[in-house]
């Protein structure tokens, strides 16, 4: 455990900005998708959305500072995540979307957005998030049937439940891979499709 570092994004989701961005896609994840609403359902509402209820430690092994509500990068929007050391991987969870993503909505496999990380030497990666393979939606239970979002490329860190009845949640793990020969000074988080709002609770490496 003494070998990683981690990233705490609590600050971050406190500001105003955030909080109008959080209650933003809450408005938009009610609006029902016709597929997945039942009418008589209509009474039911989300009230928590994809907060976590308490302190959890993703993975046993992995010390990961995890804050309760996710930063929220909506479409057109970036977020980045200072590093500033070498390493070989940094590990992101939360890596979903909401409401729109596989296997709700969206085309599977397409582009969503990306990660573009800056070294100190001025060279740059980018690595594209796909619906599906990176990205799940973050919902495990949509109108009136759970489902079971998987990501190929990002395995499930964590489910949590806030309301039996309406509110069961996924955060996925993707690690991204790194040049651990070069420092890497950020990695930036943009969301590059129209409906998607990408979701992160944690940042470690």
Known sequence: ?????????????????????FDEMMKKAAEPIPRFHFECRNVRHMKNGPTLPEDIRALGQLPVNLSRKPVVVPFGGSFEVEIGENTDKIHLIGMTSMPKAYPIDGVFGEK????????????????????????????????PS???????????AIKFINDMDREHFVANLYSLAADNTKKVEKITLRTTAEGYNLLLYGVTF
């Open 112 to 143: 969503m957005g990306e990660i573009v990380a800056k070294y100190a030497d001025g060279s740059e990666t980018v690595t594209s998030l796909r619906n599906g393979y990176e990205i799940t939606t973050a919902c495990a239970w949509y109108g």
């Open 1 to 21: 455990k003494e070998n990683y570092t981690t990233v705490d994004l609590s600050s971050a989701v406190k500001n105003d900005k955030q909080k109008a961005l």
């Open 146 to 156: 759970r489902i079971n979002p998987v990501a190929s490329e990002a395995p499930r």
